[in-house]
């Protein structure tokens, strides 16, 4: 059974692709003529989740105006506003505060990155693990050149870019208890409210192997978009 809320933060200025976000937010920005934002949605939608809400800042309005009430993408749509210089712990923070979140569980995320992340499976580790937060991890990625060192200090393998299997990183979704709220301080999260729970044994991880994309600027979003045509048989 999936969850029926989500909650999605967005707002950042989106710098890293210059000139392309001065009249546009990051959020709206195509991925092969679709919206970041918009190929969340579905993917939450089709997922089973009901109602999200959207925290907003940078060219908040357009954001708005394009997604509405969230009829036409067959679910409920609230916004929250917060200030898009903060940290993603002052947007969770801002967001929980404004609205009013009856569930005692929901997804959170960050508004760019395209999964096919099961969430039904990442609800199941959640509650099993019976943690305030539960993190989807992805085997840590990189763009340097992977080196092997053996105990006498002799380089014993050399790989170039790609997934470190011993290693793991943030995908930027998560399963958030309703007691996170009484937590969130300001700044980022990844500083100050998950090293909490670290401490008291509260954070969960969920791996996932499948689809995962971030579109944080023209590199990546380039290679997101040659990923999905793959995936969606185009030319």
């Given at each position: 059974?999936v969850?029926k809320?989500?909650?999605?933060i967005?707002?950042?200025r989106?710098?890293?692709?210059?000139?392309?976000?001065?009249?546009?937010?990051?959020?709206?920005?195509?991925?092969?003529?679709?919206?970041?934002?918009?190929?969340?949605?579905?993917?939450l939608?089709?997922?089973?989740?009901?109602?999200?809400?959207?925290?907003?800042a940078?060219?908040?309005?357009?954001?708005?105006?394009y997604?509405?009430?969230?009829?036409?993408?067959?679910?409920?749509?609230?916004?929250t506003?917060?200030?898009?210089?903060?940290?993603?712990?002052?947007?969770?923070?801002?967001?929980?505060?404004q609205?009013?979140?009856?569930?005692?569980?929901?997804?959170?995320?960050?508004?760019?990155?395209i999964?096919?992340?099961?969430?039904?499976?990442l609800?199941?580790a959640?509650?099993?693990?019976?943690?305030?937060?539960?993190i989807a991890?992805?085997?840590?990625?990189?763009?340097?050149g992977?080196?092997?060192?053996?105990?006498n200090?002799?380089i014993?393998?050399?790989?170039?870019?790609?997934e470190?299997?011993?290693?793991?990183?943030?995908?930027?979704?998560?399963?958030?208890?309703?007691?996170i709220?009484?937590?969130?301080?300001?700044?980022?999260?990844?500083?100050?409210?998950?090293?909490?729970?670290?401490?008291e044994?509260?954070?969960?991880?969920?791996?996932?192997?499948?689809?995962?994309?971030?579109?944080?600027?023209?590199?990546?979003?380039?290679?997101?978009?040659?990923?999905?045509?793959?995936?969606?048989?185009?030319?």
């Amino acid at each position: 059974m999936v969850l029926k809320t989500a909650v999605i933060i967005t707002g950042g200025r989106g710098k890293r692709f210059e000139e392309r976000t001065e009249d546009l937010p990051k959020p709206l920005i195509p991925v092969n003529d679709k919206p970041i934002l918009e190929r969340i949605i579905e993917w939450l939608a089709m997922s089973g989740v009901e109602n999200i809400i959207i925290g907003t800042a940078y060219k908040k309005d357009m954001i708005k105006n394009y997604f509405g009430d969230g009829e036409d993408f067959g679910v409920k749509i609230k916004y929250t506003e917060h200030d898009e210089n903060g940290g993603t712990e002052d947007a969770f923070k801002a967001l929980l505060e404004q609205a009013n979140i009856e569930d005692d569980n929901f997804y959170a995320m960050n508004g760019d990155q395209i999964t096919n992340l099961s969430l039904d499976d990442l609800e199941k580790a959640h509650l099993e693990g019976s943690s305030i937060a539960t993190i989807a991890t992805i085997n840590l990625r990189t763009n340097f050149g992977i080196v092997s060192v053996n105990e006498n200090g002799k380089i014993s393998e050399f790989k170039e870019k790609g997934e470190v299997h011993d290693k793991k990183m943030n995908a930027g979704i998560y399963v958030f208890n309703k007691q996170i709220k009484d937590l969130l301080i300001g700044g980022n999260i990844e500083e100050n409210t998950f090293r909490k729970l670290i401490k008291e044994s509260k954070l969960h991880s969920f791996h996932h192997n499948g689809l995962w994309l971030t579109v944080n600027d023209k590199k990546e979003l380039n290679h997101a978009e040659q990923m999905l045509k793959k995936q969606e048989g185009l030319n």
